[in-house]
C-alpha cells in the first residue's frame, strides 16, 4: 500500500491531502502555520496523519508542497545581500526602469524599494551586439576587481545580466566561471540561463529577484529534506511552481523565483480538476485563506498563464498562472481609519496571534470574528472540534476597535466588516474577468480556501453570478492540487522575424532546439519517454508594434499550413484584444515558446452513485445567523456535509460544516451534490443572465 501526500502552506493553515492508491481514497488535514519554520508545520502534518492513519513513513510513494517562502521573503524584505555585475553604462537600469510611476493619477505612491543596496550595482567593460557578435570583449581584469569588491562588501548573491546575452551568453558565462574562481560561496544568478528574452529591464529584474531569493530557498531547502528524511520519508519531494506545474525540490535552488506563486497555482490546478470532471471548463477561482484572496480565471479548462507579472513592484518575466492576490482573509484586521471610515486588510493577524476569537492574544477584529458574531462559523469550535473558540472575545474586539469608535451596533459593524471585505474581493474578480475583455456572468465561481465558501455565495450574488462550485474539500484544495500536477519546463527564444513561409525553417530550428532543451531538463527529472508531451507557441505583432499577443502553435514543427493558421489566430485575437485588426499588415513573430510536459501519475476521483430521493440529515443546531442581504437574524439549520449524499438537492438558507471550511447557503440559493461530493449552488432570486 502506497500514499500520496500534498502539503499547502499558507500563511494562518497548512493543509495536507494524503491520497490511498489502493483504496482510492483521500483524507485531509489542517494544522496551524508556523511562520518562522514553515517546514515545521509540515513535519509535524506528517506526523499527524502518520499516526491517525496509521501507516509507516515508509509508505509515503509522493510528497510535494506548495512553499511561501519565497513569497514571504519578498514581502518581508528578508533576502539576501545581493550585488549585481552587468554591462558599462546599464548599472542604474534598475532605478530607471520603464520609467513610469506606480500609479498614474497617485503622485506621492513610492516606487518599490529596491532590492540592490547602494553602491553594490557594478559594470564591467564588455559588448555583444543586436545580432550577437562581440563588439568589446570582456575585461577580465576589471570583472575580477568588480568581483573582489563585492567579496569584501560581504554580499551573499551576484546577479549578473549583460546586453544581448539571451542570443550569445559568452560573457555571461565567463563572468560565471570567475565568480566561482574568486568568490565560489557566493550564490549566483545569471540572465541567460533564467530569461532567453529581449527587454534588458525585465531580464535584469528576474535575475536579480533570482539572486536575492536563492540563498533564502537554498537554506530552506536543505533544512526541509533533512526534516522529512528524519521523520522517515524516503522518496525525494516535489514543489510547486508558479505556472501550475510540480519539480524536484532541489531543482528550485537554481530558480527559486519561479515559486513566487507556488501555493495558489496549486489550487487553480486543483480547480481545473475538479472542474473537469463537473463538465465545468470556464470557471473563476476564489481561493480566500486566512491572509489574502487569490483570484484566477480558467477558461475552456485551461488556467491563464502570464509571462510577466509585477512581483513586489518589479517585473519577473517567468510563465505563471495569471493570479490577482489582496490582502482579504480570515485574518484580515479591520478598523476605523482617521475619516471615520471602515476598513479590512490588507494587514493580517496571522497564525499568530490571529483573530481575537482564537484566544492566542490577538485584540484586533478580524474577518473571522465578524462571521462568528453573525452566526456563520461555529460559536465553539472550528476544525472539526480541534480548535475552541470564543464568542465573547470576538464580541469584545469588535465592540471596542469598531462600536466604540463608531456610531455601529456590534451586528451592524460586523455585518459591515463582511461587506468591506466581500467589495474588496470582488475588485479582484472584476480584474481577472471585466478588465481582461471577459464578462464575470458566464462564469461559474469555484469557492476554495478555508473561507472561500464563508463569503462565496453573497459575492456571486453581487457580481451577477448565479453558479457557484464547492468541492468536498474546499480548504484543502490547494493540497489536492498539488497531487493533480505534472512536471513542465516553460521554454522561450527571443528571435525576430517576419511570419513568413521564407521564415519556417528558421523557426522550426528554433522550436527543436528548446524541445531538445526540453527533454534534457525531463532527463534529469526521470519522466519516461512515453509520458513526455511538448506544446508550442509564439509572441506575435503587427510590424513596428511594441507589444504582443500569445498564439498557439499546432506543433512543434510548423509547415506552411501551420503558419496561416497562426497568422488567422493572430488577427482574431488582436482584434479581440485591441477592437481592431489589420491583415494586410506584415506580422512579426517574436518570442518562440515551448512547454515541456512531463505527466505524473495521479489520484483517480471514484464517482459515487447518486442516491434517489436523498434528503437533508438532521441538523447538527438552529443558529440565529445574519446573511448580507437581511436586516435580521434568521433560524438556519447547521448540517454536517459528511452525512450528505450524492443527488441531495435542498434550498437555502444553511450553514455546512466540515473540518476544513464551513459553508454558508444564503436565501434564494440552493444546492445539489453529485457523484463526486461537490456542491453544485444556484441563485434562484433575480434574473437570469442570457
Known amino acids: 500500500m502506497s500514499y500520496m501526500i500534498g502539503v499547502d502552506v499558507g500563511g494562518t493553515f497548512t493543509d495536507l491531502s494524503v491520497f490511498n492508491t489502493e483504496t482510492e481514497t483521500t483524507f485531509n488535514y489542517k494544522l496551524s502555520s508556523t511562520p518562522s519554520d514553515p517546514a515545521q508545520a509540515i513535519v509535524d502534518g506528517i506526523k499527524a496523519v502518520l499516526e491517525l492513519l496509521h501507516i509507516q513513513a515508509e509508505e509515503i510513494s509522493y510528497l510535494a508542497h506548495g512553499t511561501t517562502v519565497a513569497t514571504n521573503a519578498l514581502i518581508e524584505k528578508k533576502g539576501s545581500r545581493i550585488g549585481i555585475i552587468t554591462t558599462e553604462g546599464l548599472k542604474d537600469l534598475m532605478e530607471i526602469g520603464w520609467q513610469k510611476r506606480p500609479n498614474l493619477y497617485d503622485l506621492l505612491r513610492p516606487k518599490a524599494q529596491s532590492i540592490i543596496p547602494a553602491g553594490l550595482k557594478c559594470e ?10 562581440i563588439k568589446t570583449p570582456l575585461d577580465e581584469e576589471a570583472t575580477i576587481h568588480v568581483i573582489k569588491y563585492l567579496k569584501k562588501q560581504k554580499v551573499d548573491a551576484i546577479a549578473v545580466c ?65 526534516s522529512v528524511k528524519n521523520v522517515g520519508v524516503q522518496v525525494h519531494p516535489y514543489v510547486t511552481q508558479s505556472n501550475g506545474s510540480i519539480i524536484s525540490i532541489s531543482e528550485t535552488i537554481d530558480c527559486p523565483i519561479k515559486t513566487a506563486v507556488s501555493g495558489p497555482s496549486a489550487g487553480v490546478i486543483g480547480a481545473a480538476y475538479m472542474g473537469g470532471l463537473c463538465g465545468l471548463k470556464n470557471i473563476i477561482t476564489f481561493d480566500m485563506g486566512g491572509t489574502s484572496i487569490d483570484v484566477s480565471l480558467i477558461e475552456n479548462g485551461k488556467p491563464q498563464l502570464s509571462n510577466e507579472r509585477l512581483v ?31 476598513k479590512v486588510g490588507p494587514q493580517s493577524a496571522g497564525a499568530t496571534p490571529g483573530p481575537a476569537c482564537y484566544m492566542r492574544g490577538g485584540k484586533n477584529p478580524c474577518v473571522t470574528d465578524a462571521n462568528i458574531v453573525l452566526g456563520k462559523l461555529n460559536q465553539k469550535k472550528i476544525l472539526g472540534g480541534r480548535m475552541d473558540v470564543d464568542l ?24 459591515g466588516i463582511i461587506s468591506v471585505v466581500n467589495s474588496n474581493m470582488m475588485r479582484a474578480i472584476r480584474i481577472v474577468s471585466v478588465e481582461r475583455g471577459y464578462d464575470a456572468r458566464d462564469f461559474a465561481l469555484m469557492a476554495f480556501g478555508g473561507a472561500g465558501p464563508l463569503h462565496a455565495c453573497e459575492v456571486a450574488e453581487e457580481l451577477g453570478i448565479r453558479q457557484v462550485l464547492i468541492p468536498p474539500s474546499p480548504g484543502t484544495l490547494c493540497s489536492l492540487g498539488l497531487l493533480m500536477a505534472d512536471t ?57 508594434q511594441n507589444y504582443e499577443i500569445n498564439i498557439p502553435l499546432n506543433s512543434c514543427q510548423i509547415a506552411e ?25 506584415n506580422v512579426q513573430f517574436v518570442n518562440f ?17 447518486v442516491v434517489k430521493n436523498a434528503c437533508l440529515p438532521e441538523p447538527e443546531e438552529i443558529r440565529q445567523v445574519l446573511f448580507v442581504s437581511e436586516k435580521e437574524y434568521l433560524p438556519t439549520p447547521v448540517y454536517s456535509r459528511s452525512a450528505f449524499q450524492p443527488g441531495l438537492s435542498a434550498q437555502g438558507p444553511m450553514i455546512i460544516e466540515q473540518m476544513d471550511c464551513t459553508t454558508v447557503i444564503p436565501p434564494q440559493w440552493s444546492i445539489y451534490t453529485d457523484g463526486y461530493m461537490n456542491l453544485h449552488v444556484r441563485y434562484n432570486g433575480g434574473t437570469e443572465h442570457v
Open 124 to 133: 564591467v567593460p564588455e559588448r555583444i551586439l543586436s545580432n550577437g557578435t
Open 488 to 544: 513542465k519546463f516553460d521554454l522561450s527564444r527571443s528571435r525576430i522575424m517576419l511570419a513568413k513561409a521564407d521564415n519556417i525553417s528558421d523557426i522550426n530550428a528554433v522550436l527543436q532546439e528548446m524541445v531538445d532543451e526540453g527533454n534534457h531538463l525531463l532527463d534529469k527529472e526521470k519522466v519516461p519517454a512515453e509520458r513526455r508531451t511538448f506544446t508550442a507557441s509564439v509572441d506575435a505583432r503587427y510590424e513596428r
Open 312 to 342: 513586489e513592484g518589479f517585473p519577473a518575466r517567468i510563465p505563471m498562472i495569471d493570479i490577482v492576490t489582496l490582502g482579504a482573509g480570515g485574518g484580515s484586521i479591520a478598523r476605523i481609519d482617521e475619516g471615520g471610515a471602515l
Open 561 to 585: 499550413d501551420d503558419l496561416n493558421e497562426a497568422l488567422k489566430q493572430f488577427h482574431i485575437a488582436h482584434e479581440k484584444n485591441f477592437g481592431y485588426c489589420n491583415e494586410a499588415f
Open 593 to 609: 515558446r515551448v512547454s515541456a510536459i512531463g505527466e505524473i501519475e495521479k489520484p483517480d476521483l471514484v464517482e459515487k452513485p
Open 162 to 226: 549583460t546586453l544581448f546575452s539571451y542570443l550569445n551568453p559568452v560573457h555571461e558565462n565567463r563572468i560565471k566561471e570567475l565568480i566561482q574562481e574568486y568568490f565560489p560561496e557566493a550564490y549566483v544568478s545569471v540572465s541567460h540561463e533564467l530569461v532567453h528574452e529581449f527587454r534588458e529591464y525585465s531580464r535584469m529584474s528576474t535575475t536579480a529577484l533570482n539572486a536575492y531569493l536563492g540563498p533564502v530557498m537554498k537554506k530552506y531547502v536543505q533544512h526541509f529534506e533533512e
Open 392 to 415: 465573547e472575545l470576538a464580541k469584545k474586539a469588535i465592540q471596542t476597535e469598531i462600536c466604540d469608535k463608531s456610531s455601529l451596533s456590534l451586528s451592524q459593524a460586523a455585518a
